[in-house]
């Protein structure tokens, strides 16, 4: 399951992706899962990092465009 399907098909905004990456590292130091279980928390972390980096980059974006006088509207 995605992380989109977990939420319903709606995207995760910053805090809740980030939220679920820290949930997600916390169950993988504990230990204890399988090999595929692992894999997938593995799997499931490496994207919620990839949504938070994305939501960070366009929010930098945004912060760009307001404080640059050169920016283009």
Do not use: F, I, N
Request: charge should be negative; proline fraction near 1%.
């Amino acid at each position: 399951m995605s992380t989109d399907e977990a939420q319903g098909g709606r995207q995760l905004s910053y805090e809740e992706a980030r939220a679920e990456l820290v949930a997600t590292v916390e169950r993988l130091e504990a230990g204890g899962a399988t090999l595929e279980e692992s894999l997938k928390l593995w799997e499931r972390g490496e994207a919620l990092a990839d949504m938070c980096q994305s939501h960070l980059e366009g929010a930098r974006e945004r912060l760009k465009a307001r404080t640059d006088p050169d920016a283009e509207d």
